[in-house]
């Protein structure tokens, strides 16, 4: 394998982990993704630190019944140990409000600075731009009881992280 494609799988793992992280409530995850320096704007919502998005983030999804992101079109640009990215995503969030569920849909994209240091891809900077989203009540389906947001969830059990 050629390390321009070794290097290209890294980033895209660090991508989809990224999503595992908020999805599982993985704190540790998230923080892998980000260089201890990273910064994040996710425009209103939140400008600063990738950490600490990550601190926030999971917090914030904690009022969410279920949530799952999918991320597709990842488009990386390698330049020697920095790259850049674009990866778009998919966000599907439920939450409860009195007796009504609420479905939340957000259709967007991670614009990503990366660095390699001590031979780790990480972020150094994440803008998220939402194109456009929708929310609107709907008639929840049961979840699968294996579905859970932290470490009891059924892919603990052969993913170590």
């Not at 389906?141 to 052969?158: C, E, F, I, P």
Request: charged share 30%; aromatic share 12%.
């Amino acid at each position: 394998m050629s390390d321009s494609t070794a290097d290209r799988l890294a980033i895209m793992d660090k991508i989809y982990r990224y999503c595992r992280s908020v999805d599982r409530l993985d704190i540790e995850v998230g923080h892998s993704v980000f260089h201890e320096d990273a910064t994040a704007d996710f425009g209103a919502s939140y400008v600063g630190t990738g950490r600490g998005w990550i601190d926030w983030c999971c917090e914030e999804h904690k009022k969410f019944l279920h949530h799952s992101h999918q991320v597709t079109n990842i488009i990386i640009e390698l330049d020697g140990e920095t790259a850049g990215s674009e990866s778009y995503v998919y966000a599907s969030l439920r939450r409860q409000d009195g007796d009504k569920v609420f479905h939340h849909e957000f259709w967007a994209r991670y614009i990503d600075k990366w660095s390699k240091r001590a031979s780790d891809w990480a972020i150094d900077s994440r803008y998220c731009i939402v194109d456009y989203g929708a929310m609107k009540e709907v008639d929840a389906m049961g979840a699968d009881s294996r579905s859970t947001r932290d470490h009891s969830d059924l892919s603990y059990t052969v993913l170590k992280g």
